[in-house]
């Protein structure tokens, strides 16, 4: 795909590649672009994929000869699609009209599940194409030569790796979905009926864009795939601020939610959400189990038992307890 992914990009007037959002043929097949081209994270979503795939099993050979390609053009898609600003002296590199993983929230700027994502992807493009200079350098020769490769590309990504801006907010303590997500009104979800979901099926876009409302995981998602670079206490903030807000709408979420809740110590929502993702199809609770299986919620349920086994082993009694008195009154 990434022939038509370099074309993508081309098209969209960046550098390097773009994958498409859906695709039949490799070609981009998105109708709505706000809720499905804006996507731009799903280059940093296939390298993310790539490395755990090299790190499982250990097929370097592939890393060096095929998976380095897409590692650079989607570090390169990233190099142009952002930009840098400087403030007081500092500089700071952002991501602006993009949409995350959260398709009610639509071409913001500075998405945080896109930015850490995209940080992902600029630092392990950079690692990669300097082991393979190390370790192979008739390999790396011949990626130089394949890809026009210029050395300094790799010092640009990890400066703006580096200065990636990480939107968080000092007075909620919370690290805001986006720019402007904590300036919308909230949704109080309590006053939807299950008659008026999913939301989308009922609202018109541009009333849903107006508020804080989640169709899917998108801050707990990036807390998920990239918990080491937050702390526990981050966490917990982070989780509590959007389960509430997070309507499930979308099958691709409640594993997510489930593992999260596990790791700061709701262990019975936890339970709850897992059971969601396991019934899905099972017991068809978004009534479309007919047109195909929900397969990303399928496979994802393995993954949970894994995690949220390791995350409830390091929670201890104590941190348990206050963590509790705090979920009373959440939903």
């Keep these: 795909m990434l022939p038509a992914a370099r074309k993508r990009a081309a098209q969209l007037n960046e550098a390097g590649a773009l994958f498409p959002w859906r695709t039949i043929s490799g070609e981009e097949a998105s109708a709505y672009y706000a809720a499905g081209t804006a996507q731009y994270h799903i280059n940093a979503d296939v390298s993310f994929a790539l490395g755990k795939y090299v790190r499982a099993t250990g097929d370097e050979d592939f890393l060096y000869r095929e998976g380095v390609d897409i590692l650079v053009e989607t570090a390169r898609l990233w190099a142009t699609l952002g930009f840098w600003r400087s403030s007081n002296?500092?500089?700071?590199?952002?991501?602006?009209?993009?949409?995350?993983?959260?398709?009610?929230?639509?071409?913001?700027?500075?998405?945080?599940?896109?930015?850490?994502?995209?940080?992902y992807n600029l630092r392990y493009a950079a690692r990669v194409v300097r082991s393979i200079a190390h370790d192979s350098p008739e390999a790396y020769a011949a990626l130089v030569e394949r890809l026009d490769l210029d050395p300094g590309e790799c010092d640009l990504w990890e400066r703006a790796a580096e200065a990636m801006h990480i939107p968080f907010s000092e007075a909620l303590g919370i690290h805001p979905q986006d720019a402007q997500f904590l300036e919308k009104e909230v949704w109080d979800l309590s006053q939807s009926p299950p008659e008026q979901r999913p939301l989308l099926l009922h609202y018109h876009p541009l009333v849903i864009y107006r508020f804080q409302v989640l169709k899917q995981a998108d801050v707990v998602l990036a807390l998920f795939l990239q918990g080491n670079h937050f702390t526990d206490e981050e966490k917990l903030a982070d989780f509590e601020y959007y389960d509430p807000l997070t309507t499930g709408d979308s099958t691709l979420s409640a594993v997510v939610q489930s593992v999260l809740a596990a790791e700061v110590g709701y262990q019975d929502l936890a339970r709850e959400y897992f059971e969601q993702s396991l019934f899905v199809d099972l017991a068809d609770l978004h009534h479309n189990a007919s047109d195909g299986v929900h397969v990303a919620s399928a496979g994802a349920c393995g993954q949970r038992s894994s995690s949220a086994s390791a995350a409830c082993a390091t929670i201890r009694a104590s941190s348990a307890s206050t963590r509790a008195s705090r979920r009373t009154g959440r939903r």
């Design 89 to 119: 002296g500092d500089e700071s590199f952002h991501i602006h009209g993009v949409t995350g993983p959260d398709e009610y929230t639509t071409v913001v700027n500075d998405n945080l599940f896109t930015n850490v994502m995209a940080r």
